[in-house]
């Protein structure tokens, strides 16, 4: 198992696999001190297809974090993409033991256990309960009861679901490429602890990751999670936009996109034009940049009115009040969150993580998983040892050790 004070996110996203791994230094805060991406390939949509080349993806960033860290990374926690999973609310109630009638962290676990009581589908599996808020004999929005005195404790929770054939093929991909498992943490969950603010998860916000082959949707109000959708649609399909209309292979459209694309015309002068490299034979062509522009501005505005769309369809006419935030590689194209604002008529902006050599919204998903893992040991250990967080074998024992570590 890897060190205790160590945590390593594993992102398995349809572009690149991605590991980091973060110190957690004494005074809580987080140094991240390895890093490690693979292309990859094995992925379609967000959901494995090849196993194989999946493994070599995770074994490639495996190591070259482990380079970086100058030991080996034996386990990670990882991302889990929202379209595997269903959020479920449900009630637990349970009966407070003691003589002195004060809640203990016993009947916190307790009453969690209870939520996590519910008719399950045989081919889902619980992978994470998150108490919403706890209620004290009918009083309601108590976020931590224990040591409140009541007698009857009640949980409002959100049970997320996962579904146990594509959870399989994931871990079954981690643990070939050697890699032992500790937790899984949902993709936008671990978004949100890096790129919203405690006001925009209050308030309200349309968290938007638009990835490689995903885009990725999370409702958040009142301080929590309180929806999801994934679109099967990301960068990659801006590519091969490209590709087709300007008659280029998919390698020389992903280069001009990275190189030369922008999401607003109006960012690029007219008489600016990109020299496109000869393929099998013919002279290389120049092409108005403000074409790239239009093509890129097209297929940007109709994933962002998917997305809108998907938000309405999920009960969400107007924008929430802290508006839009975008993380996920696409965001780092010029001019979307322009874009965003005229699609959702609010104000959007670019979030990424805020650490040396992560500081890109390629690297939300798997920084956040580290602080999601950390937040949650730090905030409350117990919530742990209740399986609040996705209490795989292994893990327990590792945060016992954690604690015996911190406090020796
Ligand atoms: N500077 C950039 N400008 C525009 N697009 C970019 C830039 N950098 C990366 N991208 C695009 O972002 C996408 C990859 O994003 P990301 O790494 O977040 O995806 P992923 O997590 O692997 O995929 P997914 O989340 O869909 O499973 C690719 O389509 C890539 O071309
Ligand atoms: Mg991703």
Redesign the pocket.
């Known amino acids: 198992m890897l060190k205790s004070n160590l945590i390593c996110g594993l992102?398995i996203?349809?572009?690149?696999v991605?590991a980091v791994v973060g110190e957690i230094n004494v005074d809580g805060t987080i140094s991240i001190i390895g890093v490690g991406t693979s292309p990859?390939e094995g992925?379609k949509k967000?959901v494995i297809v090849d196993l194989d080349r999946t493994v070599e993806a995770i074994a490639h960033a495996m190591e070259e974090a482990e380079r970086m860290v100058g030991t080996s990374i034996p386990s990670a926690f990882l991302g889990i993409?929202g379209s595997q999973v269903s959020l479920i609310n449900n009630r637990g109630v349970v009966a407070v033991t003691g003589a002195d009638k004060e809640i203990t962290e016993e009947d916190v676990e307790r009453v969690l256990q209870a939520a996590r009581v519910i008719a399950l589908p045989p081919d889902r599996e619980i992978i994470d309960v998150i108490p919403r808020e706890f209620i004290v004999d009918g009083y309601d929005g108590i976020r931590d009861p224990v040591s409140m005195v009541g007698v009857r404790l009640e949980v409002d929770a959100m049970i997320i679901t996962g579904m146990i054939t594509s959870l399989r093929n994931l871990y079954r991909c981690v643990e070939r490429a050697g890699v032992e498992i500790e937790g899984v943490v949902l993709n936008s969950l671990a978004n949100a602890e890096v790129v919203l603010s405690r006001d925009e998860k209050e308030l309200g916000t349309f968290l938007i990751?638009?990835?490689?082959?995903?885009t990725?949707i999370a409702v958040f109000q009142d301080g929590h999670l309180q929806n999801i959708a994934v679109l099967p649609v990301?960068?990659?399909h801006?590519?091969s936009d490209i590709a087709k209309l300007l008659r280029t292979p998919l390698q020389t459209a992903?280069r001009l996109?990275?190189d030369y694309?922008v999401a607003l015309p109006s960012l690029v002068n007219n008489d600016e034009t990109i020299e496109l490299p000869h393929i099998s034979g013919k002279d290389p062509r120049q092409v108005p940049a403000k074409e790239l522009a239009l093509i890129i501005e097209a297929r940007v505005l109709d994933i962002l009115q998917m997305a809108s769309d998907e938000l309405i369809h999920m009960g969400y006419e107007e924008s929430l009040p802290a508006g839009v935030v975008l993380t996920?590689?696409?965001s780092?194209?010029r001019g979307l969150a322009e874009l965003a604002e005229q699609v959702f008529n609010c104000s959007a902006r670019v979030a990424q993580p805020n650490y040396v050599g992560v500081k890109s919204?390629?690297y939300s998903?798997a920084v956040g998983i580290i602080h999601y893992v950390q937040h949650s040991l730090r905030v409350v250990d117990r919530e742990y040892r209740t399986g609040r967080a996705i209490a795989l074998p292994g893990f327990l024992q590792r945060i016992k050790s954690w604690f015996m570590d911190m406090f020796e």
């Open positions: 992102d996203g349809t572009s690149h991605r990859s992925l967000g993409i990751d638009i990835g490689g082959g995903t990725e990301g960068g990659d801006i590519t992903e996109k990275l694309g996920g590689g696409v780092l194209m919204p390629i998903t």
